[in-house]
Structure formats: structure tokens, C-alpha cells
């Protein structure tokens, strides 16, 4: 039985300041988003990067929502690293679309590419 | 649950000691808000991985009727890696109902801690360490109506 799936996200990043736009299905074999986790190449890219995520067309997080709110170090364990929500967001091929704003922030190495790991899972609404 | 709503208020800082004053309004559509997270935003040529009381804020709700926090913001390192720093913010847990006036007051307050790390003036002549404006991010966690 399929009950997890760690669904990934790859936002590339051209340019200092670029603001990406993304979209996509969730799969569709999975009932709902658990949880979420925004991993960035270097950590200086984490100063006032942002990142917005719309799902059905219900707003998951506005415009200008922290990535370092979505995100921590490798010193986390891989279970503890998702950002969960309370929310039951219906997965189950629902669409998603969302901007990831870089912060533009000197010393960091362009192009490069943001990951944001959706975690789908199969449990039903409590 | 009929679903949260996540919503961000950035305010910007661009002189030492400033109050920044915070007045907005939560949209029609927000019944309680049951937490909230607050962040500095920028980068700074200081040598600790934390400065656990970057600036101090204070929030009214309903229209100063309900003044449910007064707490500090660090600032936290996301180049020098530790156990402090390896973190995720959590949540600082709130309970308050949106009522009729929706409307959030209260003030950001810097406090000087940019220069904790500069060198001790020791002439007229040096230079003052410059202030870098930077900004304040505020997530509320509410539920929607």
C-alpha cells in the first residue's frame, strides 16, 4: 500500500532578484499534503527568499512568505525538516502553482536550482 | 477545519533605536488567529551565529482591546552553522478571535545590536559603523471563517 510519497519541485533560479514562477499536479495517487520543505544550495540564499503556493486555487501561503520558515539545516533529521500543516490540503492530483522570489543577495553563486519536496501521504481527514 | 490562511506583514527598519509603528487589518475572511512567527530579514558583518534580541515588538488586537504579546526577534546566521542556527522558527502560540474590528496596532522596536561586533571607537577619525536598513517579516497563522 502506498501511504508516503515525497513529491519534488525543481525551481531554477537564473539570475540575482529572479522571481519564478512554478506549477504542477500533485499525484494523484496520494490524498493529501502533509507537510513541505524548501531546500536552497548555499544559506546565504536564505536571506529573504520567498515563496508563495497556491493549491486548487486556495492560497497555502501569501506572497512574501519566508523560505526560512519552510526550511533548516542538515543537522535536522529528515523526518523533522517538514514544515506541517494543520490544514487537510487535498492532494489527489489537485494543481499548484506558486513564485519563488530571490532575495538578490550578494556573494551568491547564480544559476542555481530551489527544491521544494512536497510530502503527500494517504491518511483521511481527521 | 475550514482551512488556515497564512498571512505576512513586512515592515522596514532603516535607522538604529527606530519604532516602527504597525497598523493594518486582517482580511474578511480570517476567524482567529492562532499563531505567529517573526523574522528578521537581512545580513549583517557580525561574528556570533545569533543575536537572540535583535528588536522588540508589541501587537494589539481588535482595536487595542486584546494585548496578548510583547516578545523579542532574534536574528539568526544562515552562514555560520550550529546547533543554534539549524533550526526552524516555530510557532509563538496565540488565541485570539477576529471579532468585528480586524484591526492589528502595536510597534517594532530596533535595538542597536548591528554594531555588537565592531571594533571600539578609538578616534574622532574612524569611521562609525555604517547601519544596514533591513526588514522584519510577521506570518500570522489564522483560520479561516
Known sequence: MKDHKFQLIRIGVGASGASVRYTGETDKSYRRIRGIFVALPEPILEYGATLSLKVGGVDVFDDDHDVRLLTCGQGVAPNQKFFLFEEYIEASGNAFEGRYRDAGIQGATYPYEAKVFLWLVNEQES | ?145
Open chain 2, 1 to 145: 477545519m475550514k482551512g488556515i490562511r497564512r498571512l505576512n506583514k513586512t515592515i522596514e527598519v532603516f535607522r538604529p533605536l527606530q519604532v516602527v509603528p504597525i497598523d493594518f487589518r486582517f482580511p474578511g475572511d480570517v476567524s482567529a488567529c492562532f499563531g505567529l512567527q517573526a523574522t528578521v530579514v537581512g545580513r549583517f558583518p557580525v561574528d556570533r551565529p545569533v543575536i537572540p534580541a535583535f528588536g522588540e515588538y508589541s501587537l494589539e488586537f481588535e482595536g487595542k482591546k486584546i494585548h496578548p504579546v510583547n516578545f523579542i526577534v532574534p536574528w539568526v546566521s544562515q552562514e555560520a552553522f550550529s546547533d543554534a542556527t539549524q533550526h526552524r522558527l516555530g510557532i509563538l502560540p496565540l488565541a485570539v478571535q477576529v471579532g468585528t474590528s480586524r484591526m492589528i496596532t502595536g510597534f517594532y522596536h530596533d535595538l542597536d545590536r548591528q554594531r555588537l561586533d565592531a571594533p571600539p571607537r578609538t578616534s574622532d577619525l574612524q569611521e562609525d559603523t555604517i547601519f544596514q536598513p533591513y526588514s522584519v517579516r510577521f506570518t500570522f497563522h489564522c483560520y479561516r471563517v
